[in-house]
């Protein structure tokens, strides 16, 4: 049946962009704590 092909095709997207979105988030969380590190190193050289 088609419908059920495209109803499986926009869960299997949906899945695949929340995935991506997941992965961007965790990358800029680790970025964003390796620059909060570098950061206190710094402060504490001063």
Do not use: C, P, W
């Not at 088609?2 to 961007?24: F, I, K, W």
Request: glycine share 6%.
């Amino acid at each position: 049946d088609g419908g059920v092909n495209d109803t499986l095709y926009d869960q299997l997207e949906q899945a695949m962009s929340e995935a991506n979105n997941a992965t961007r988030h965790a990358y800029q969380e680790t970025f964003r704590r390796g620059k909060a590190e570098k950061d206190a190193i710094e402060a504490i050289r001063r």
